[in-house]
């Protein structure tokens, strides 16, 4: 919705301009006003108008109550209350044209400030228009209030054309204007006093709506209100306090100057507002995914931010106090993402393109709060990958942007909803000479033209020609053509840019150089010797006059508190894996070449004589014993190699012992344990095999590494770390997750799955886990967990037991995340991205996840929550019928006697109602879950358990079953592994190949076992019959598969025709498949 259709009885203005029209009233201001006297002024007016309204309206009134007994003094009293319409109306006008007048002259100042430091204005008023243009920024409101947000918007002083009045509101402007003067018509009397009681309501809903306004946060808070936040005390269990790292290809801004030096810069999905003095950060936090571009408009007030990704955002800020104040969602088809982002001059629109295959140009009215694009175009893409956009800085409605072989210029016409492009094809045949890739495109601050830098250094002049299309050329439209190349400098050029009257470039040497309007060399700063410029950001407070004292410093590069220390290993060496070992004085270093360091904590140096060089590959994992006389590393070569430490020569030093290729995949875990009756280390290793493997090291000697045993931690999923779990229960654990979301716990000694339990789903499994360091004894009894998958950071109340309250994660490092360690008090985690190149350091808050924990319910309420239906729905129901149904199958069904009904099943039919309730285990599902229940009470009691109840059973469905339910995708992996690829392109499997697969490989069937399971499935047996006491004929060995089976079979075959299932029709999610 544009200004002139909100408001239409108000003046409208030209895009850019800076004379008013004359007769028309000011119009109300979407942000603040500009100048406080013309808001003055407009007051007083409304107020005379107000005063005459209220008079004609009494005049009315009265006319009503006395009808046809007083006609005529009614007559006398309409002529009176005209008459002095007229008066006051003709008064507005003449102050009006007053206010008008002198609104001009400051409009121009305010305009035109940025035009007064290229030299538009005389000296004597520079200092002056710089004054009125901060005075714009400090002045900007945001209304936060939804209901009120299309009318109360945020914007700057533009006006809209005159031309749109009259196609918004339906009337002409000389109508408009005499409903506004009061012809003396009588059929017109009660239309004019209806518009006046219509403008003096609409002025209460204005400072009605003014007044709240003023209570908004982003409304009432200053400049500097951002970094008087108290964050103390946070709400969150995990808070971003420090971010280490920036994400250099993405520009650098100055937020702030004078008293005090901000910038603006992205750290991974985050935009981080830093205060240079304060060494204080504020973190701008709402992307899921990293930040791929960033705008902030000219008076720095507000910022833009986009991402790309699944659920790709755009989201606008306020600088001055951190608030979101609009977020765009669904901003590109298919979650592509933005690749370039612009803000006009004064903040009110924005402008997108897409990081898609085919790009889209989107143009925003984003202080209009709306979902959608005011205007879109796709882009060919012979015109290449877009990658920089700029808009024009005098008018809104021009653009540009260009990719490394074309310029596109960009013309908005809004009336039509039309974007207009030109996108001339420049070769080398243009202008007989090489251009080169382009970089960045700006429009000329005089001239109507548009430059183009490129990496050969040199600039491309394009002249704008803004044909309208008439009746006489319906066709025409503007455009740009090259007309000059400009051999700039020698050095390629990455940016380009304006200030004041200044074009000004910097290059891949580090030089940056200003030219004047002519691109005549200026000034030329070279000596800071700085790397590629990769942006370039000016502060907006003008500098002092010239004197013989001033000179700009001869670094520019901000100061700050150098490392203790550090070292700088050989080249081609990079660091993999630090450890720490338990006292803290040693540090354990792994590279990417094998070599593997152990250094002194504090200075650094070779703790060693020698590093350790018996790998070729890099070193993953490296860790040390609880009492640092053992240090063992993993590589991807999947090897484990142990180090020892010796006396030689009165003085302990470390010597290689032994190392072991114990794996076939990937090592995920390298752990150290303490034996129970000897306190001598234990050694784990865990991979990506499914193996569990411990080392006997009293037993192992010189170039031989003893294995103690082998156990298989999964049969499905592949585990992803483990952990020592800490010791709530008098049964000590060993704490693994695996692949499939589920957390394991297995018996420290005898390495039997005691528990699975489902573990948090945010996304990806656990990648990394670590129990938080206590401060005091009396903390030991309630323990919690740290852990980072993929992308996020999370932490965990202990026990496990799947409870998805005691869970919460927070997005860390969208692209992937490298490491997790741990402060020694628990106080902090810090976690370190890959592609991002960051360190977070995240606060921890302990009460928070336990408040949230508590809200969560109590016993089985949150698991019910877990359950289709919940409580009182249809699932729970059946189960309940099942669990019951159970009770009788045990005691017989056709028996005569007396049954008996209790709270429990035998633990024997456990397997049965899982499958009639829809989940399917294998046999060593089965008897894991056995374990569980029969060993639960062994370690205090000493008796083993053979039954379960209800609640019991339901935390058991819920932790062993499949997270996400049964998945067509899981069923096709498979079928992709197994099978072939068909004449018709589909991954089928044999039947032969199909009946040798269930009989050899796996839990594999007898020839019986699987003739009676195909009998079932095909309806030769009754549902059942195995376990039914009353059935006892079956038909499995009459059953011919050759005739039952296709040739060739298809996952979907498998699925519906086999198995008798039935697949999802939702095309927006992976296929669910279910029970009929």
Known sequence: MSDAEENPLEETQKDGGTEMEEGEEEEEEEYNPDSVEVEDRQQESEEDDTLADKESQEAVEATEEEMEEQALAAQEAGAAGEEMEEQASAAQREAAAGVQEEARVERLVLTDSLLAVSGAFPQSLQPEGSKVSRGLSSQFEFNLDQNGFDKQQSSSPEKQPSGELEGTTGQKPNELEQERTGKPEKRKQSQKRRVSYVKSEEAKEFHLKAEIRKESLVSITTEDGLFKKDDSASTYPLTMTWSFGWNSSLPVYYLRDEAQRVLLYVCAHVAVIYDVFKNDQRHLQGHPNAISCLCVSEDRRWIATADKGPDCLIIIWDSFSGIPVHTIFDSCP??????????????????????????????????????????????????????????????NKELVSNSKTQAIYYSWDEERNVLIHSAPLLTEKT?????????????????????????????????????????????????????????????????????????????????????????????????????????????????????????????????????????????????????????????????TEGTVYILDAMSLENGSPEPFRYSRTSVTHISFSHDSQYMATADMSFTVAVYKVIVKNGQRVWEYLARLRSHHKNIQSLLFGVHLDSNEPRLLSLGKDRLLIEYNLLKSYKDH????????????????????????????????????????????????????????????????????????????????????????????????????????????????????????????????????????????????????????????????????????????????????????????????????????????????????????????????????????????????????????????????????????????????????????????????????????????????????????????????????????????????????????????????????????????????????
């Open 334 to 395: 298919k979650d592509c993402g933005i690749r370039a982002i612009a803000i006009t001059h004064d903040a009110k629109y924005l402008a997108t393109i897409s990081d898609a295959e085919v790009q889209q140009v989107c143009i925003w009215k984003w202080t209009l709060a709306v979902e959608k694009p005011a205007c879109t175009l796709e882009l060919n893409q012979e015109y290449g990958f877009q990658n920089y956009l700029t808009f024009n800085p005098t008018n």
């Open 705 to 1076: 590494l003893e294995v103690l045993d082998i156990h298989r931690t999964d049969q499905g999923s592949y585990p992803t770390c483990m952990v020592w779990y800490p010791p709530l229960t008098r049964e000590l654990f060993l704490l693994i997750c695996n692949s499939g979301y589920k957390v394991k716990l297995f018996n420290s000694t005898t390495k039997m799955c005691r528990k699975t339990l489902l573990g948090p789903t945010y996304g990806s499994p656990i990648e990394q886990i670590q129990i938080l360091p206590v401060k005091t004894t009396s903390a030991l009894q309630k323990r919690f967990m740290v852990f980072m998958n993929r992308d996020k950071v999370g932490l965990q109340i202990l026990p496990v037991d799947g409870n998805p309250h005691k869970t919460t994660a927070i997005v860390c490092h969208p692209d992937g995340g490298a490491g997790m360690t741990l402060s020694y008090d628990g106080c902090y985690a810090f976690t370190a991205g890959g592609p991002d190149r960051s360190v977070v350091q995240w606060e921890i808050n302990l009460s928070a996840l336990e408040a949230a924990v508590s809200l969560g319910g109590e016993d089985l309420t949150p698991f019910y929550g877990l359950v289709t239906g919940g409580r009182e729905g249809k699932f729970y129901r059946e189960l309940e019928d099942y669990f019951y149904y159970s009770q009788l199958r045990s005691q017989g069904i056709d028996t005569m006697e007396t049954r008996e009904v209790s709270e429990y099943i035998c633990l024997s039919e456990l397997p049965f109602v899982m499958r009639a309730i829809g989940f399917y285990p294998s046999e060593e599902k089965i008897e894991d879950m056995f374990n569980e229940v029969k060993f639960g009470e062994y370690v205090e009691t000493g008796k083993i358990v053979d039954k379960i109840n209800l609640p019991d059973f339901l935390k058991i469905y819920i932790n062993h079953r499949p997270p996400f339910g049964n998945t067509m995708s899981g069923i096709q992996s498979s079928f992709d592994v197994l099978g072939f690829t068909n004449s018709e392109g589909k991954k089928v499997i044999r039947r032969e190949d199909f009946l040798k697969l269930l009989q050899t490989k796996g839990e594999h069937m007898t020839q019986e076992e699987m003739s009676d399971c195909f009998a079932t499935l095909f309806g030769m047996n009754p549902e059942g019959w195995k376990s039914e006491p009353a059935t006892s004929s079956f038909r499995g060995s009459e059953i011919c598969l050759e005739e039952e089976l296709p040739s060739e079979i298809t996952a979907e075959i498998f699925t519906t025709e086999i198995l008798g299932l039935t697949i999802s029709e939702d095309s927006g999610q992976d296929h669910m498949v279910s029970g009929v």
């Open 431 to 591: 202008f007989n000479k090489l251009v080169g890739k382009f970089s960045q495109s700006v429009f000329h601050l005089n001239l109507t033209q548009v430059l183009s830098a490129t990496m050969e250094g040199k600039l491309v002049v394009w002249d704008i020609n803004r044909l309208l299309a008439s009746a006489s050329s319906p066709l025409g439209f503007p455009h740009i053509k090259p007309c000059k190349l400009v051999h700039l400098q020698k050095e390629g050029i990455t940016v380009l840019t304006t200030v004041d009257s200044y074009i000004v470039t910097g290059d891949i040497r580090g030089n940056i150089k200003f030219y004047d309007h002519t691109l005549s060399i200026v000034s030329w700063y070279s000596q800071f010797k700085l790397s590629t410029i990769r942006a370039l950001s000016f502060s907006k407070t003008l500098p002092a006059p010239p004197t013989e004292n001033s000179g700009f410093p001869p670094d520019c590069t901000l100061k700050g508190d150098s490392f203790i220390v550090s070292r700088i290993f050989e080249k081609g060496l990079g660091v993999q894996s630090l450890t720490y070992n338990p006292e803290g004085v040693l540090l354990g270093a792994g590279f």
